[in-house]
């Protein structure tokens, strides 16, 4: 069974501050996504990473995958109250039909 | 217009009822998913439809039963409900299903409360 495990599972900070999540897995993935949620929604995509070592940004967002493609870091800089949510980086499986693994969430609080 | 819409929004019923939640979309996707989400925000596949054919059927117990009537539509019937179906189930689709840089576009979910 392949996990994707984050890190930190929960992050409260005031907003200015930077900050990183961490998706981690022993599994390679053909690609990676970092989906965000917020409550009483369904998740919606952030970005797709598809080679190792790829870096994309959007915005203020920076996601990394890593060279073995069984990693990925989102790092967000100067943290504004909009950015308060569930995110969630999702594997895309190599088996057969290739399905979105979830990884376990970090929910990110940023405050005034 | 919403891309993924799913009905009820939220259910409330008693242990061993019968109950269905409908999904559609009107993305022109020939992929459709159900996923639940637990207490715990974790996010896990159950079934993929593609076509109306059904693709990816995960470790579900056989009182889930999905439906694809035409591929615009995936719902999703759960007999004899019981407390651990407690959940949030979201509905989604994709264009085609299988990609390596698929996007997923999910529904809002119906937060399900069996008692």
């Known amino acids: 069974t392949q996990l994707l495990e984050q890190s930190p599972q929960f992050l409260s900070i005031q907003e200015g501050e930077n900050l990183t999540v961490y998706c981690n897995s022993s599994s390679v993935f053909s690609s990676l996504q970092w989906y965000r949620q917020e409550p009483g929604e369904g998740p919606v995509l952030l970005v797709t990473v598809v080679t190792g070592g790829e870096v994309k940004k959007l915005k203020r967002l920076t996601f990394q995958f890593g060279d073995a493609r069984k990693d990925s870091s989102l790092h967000i800089t100067a943290a504004q109250p909009g950015d308060t949510g569930l995110y969630l980086c999702a594997g895309v499986s190599n088996t057969g039909f290739q399905k979105l693994v979830f990884g376990t969430g970090t929910r990110l609080l940023v405050s005034p | 217009d919403t891309a993924v819409s799913q009905t009820p929004k939220y259910l409330v019923t008693q242990m061993g009822n019968d109950k269905s939640i409908k999904c559609e979309q009107n993305?022109?996707?020939?992929?459709m998913y159900w996923y639940k989400q637990d207490s715990k925000k974790f996010l896990k596949i159950m079934f993929s439809?593609?076509?109306?054919?059904?693709?990816i059927n995960e470790t579900v117990p056989n009182r889930f039963s999905p439906k694809s009537p035409d591929k615009a539509h995936l719902n999703l019937h759960i007999n004899s409900l019981e407390l651990g179906d407690s959940a949030v189930y979201f509905c989604?689709?994709?264009?085609?299903?299988?990609?390596?840089?698929?996007?997923?576009?999910f529904g809002s979910g119906t937060q399900l409360s069996v008692l």
């Open positions: 439809y593609n076509n109306k054919e059904l693709i």
């Open positions: 989604a689709s994709s264009q085609v299903g299988g990609k390596t840089n698929e996007k997923l576009f």
């Open positions: 993305l022109g996707h020939d992929t």
